[in-house]
């Protein structure tokens, strides 16, 4: 029997409204100087001012720092660092998508450190953090990454990435108000609600997958599954939204603790090489990596059939679990995500770098329930760029 170790931010606000909760909040953690971290185009359509009016209000200073961009490079991660340390900050407000909100548990975390971003990476630096840093709240603006509630900032070097993971990085609040998700566009809807899809269906088959993460993952996808279609359609059905903000949270405590595996694994390389949006790499990969893996479990999969609205109860095991990668393929089609690698421009001659580097992504591939070897990961890639699910050679 193993021991599954369990871990959750301390405090959340979840729901429609939820940032209500912020002043309160902020002075409960007795802060007087805030750095905000954000997107720039969240400052441009208004949205960061939600959250800055009310805190100046009630008398705060307020600095908003927009040096974010997607899938931030270790360099942007240096800049927000520096930045961090030279004022005179107590509180640090990550405000976005999970770039922001990675960001800014790394600035609040590192700017009571010395030493720079590359020295703190866990695959390639060589030191400790040693101190929790200044607090942190971080409110997520999309439904999809989790990162309000892991402690891992994803960092992207020159052909793939680095996280710097600890649980000092955990946030002390995480605001989640589905209200301020209203305005995504239908494309980042999809993509960043099958990332979160992708959390709680890699949770659930992980390895490391305990009672716990299984409760919070079957919970993520009958919500995500029942709602990411109207979200899209729709960006102001309201319930819908909230059905998604709370799938969201769910699926990110739920691979917080089991781990994502194979689909992110493979998904990192097509970020790092061709700058595809996190969420569209998971969601292209997606039905590719559960057909792959499929065999190696059956059971789980007629649960998740199940957990997306299916129906295991007259099928047996294993057709349930065709069914469920079928499932997962309409999902991703339902909400306009190409289906080929080819779709996004990614050619053939990408095999053998992709393969490479997805090779290194060593921490991920360990929760895949089937072990996925440099022959099984070239073979999912090239059944992506051809279109059509396929299975390990049975010999
Ligand atoms: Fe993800």
Not at 148 to 168: A, G, Q
């Amino acid at each position: 029997m193993t021991v599954a170790r369990i871990v959750f931010p301390p405090l959340s606000h979840v729901g429609w409204g939820a940032l209500k909760h912020l002043v309160p909040e902020v002075k409960r953690l007795g802060a007087k100087q805030i750095l905000v971290i954000t997107d720039p185009m969240l400052e441009k359509i208004g949205l960061v001012e939600q959250v800055t009016s009310p805190l100046r209000q009630a008398g705060y200073s307020v600095h908003v720092y927009t040096d974010v961009v997607p899938e931030p490079p270790l360099a942007t991660g240096e800049k927000a660092v520096a930045f961090a340390r030279d004022g005179e900050f107590d509180l640090v407000i990550g405000v976005g998508g999970g770039s922001a909100l990675d960001l800014a548990k790394l600035a609040a975390v590192l700017a009571v450190h010395d030493g720079s971003v590359a020295d703190y990476l866990n695959l390639t630096g060589t030191r400790a953090l040693e101190k929790k840093g200044l607090p942190k709240i971080l409110i997520p603006t999309t439904s999809g990454t989790g990162s309000e509630v892991t402690n891992i900032s994803v960092l992207s070097l020159e052909t793939t990435k680095d996280v710097v993971t600890h649980d000092y990085l955990l946030a002390d609040v995480a605001i989640v108000d589905p209200q301020l998700t209203v305005s995504v566009p239908p494309r980042v809807t999809a993509a960043t609600g099958i990332d979160a899809l992708t959390h709680a269906v890699e949770a659930y088959v992980s390895v490391n997958a305990s009672p716990t993460s299984d409760g919070l993952a079957i919970a993520a996808m009958r919500l995500i599954s029942r709602s990411l279609r109207k979200a899209v359609e729709n960006g102001t059905d309201k319930q819908a939204r909230t059905d998604m903000a709370n799938g969201s949270y769910l699926a990110g405590l739920a691979f917080f603790n089991a781990g994502v595996a194979g689909v992110h694994a493979l998904a990192y390389p097509l970020g790092g090489q061709f700058h595809i949006a996190h969420g569209e790499s998971n969601a292209v990969l997606l039905p590719y990596v559960m057909g792959y893996i499929r065999q190696s479990c059956t059971k789980r999969m007629a649960d998740i059939l199940n957990a997306l609205g299916g129906n295991s109860s007259f099928l047996s095991e294993v057709e349930a679990s065709y069914r469920c990668v079928e499932e997962l393929e309409r999902i991703v089609a339902d909400v306009g995500i190409p289906k080929t690698l080819g779709e996004f421009g990614i050619p053939e001659s990408a095999l053998e770098s992709l393969t490479k580097d997805a090779v290194q992504q060593k921490r991920l591939l360990a929760r895949s329930p089937l072990p996925l070897l440099e022959a099984d990961i070239r073979a999912i890639y090239e059944a992506a760029l051809a279109g059509t699910i396929v299975e390990p050679n049975q010999e």
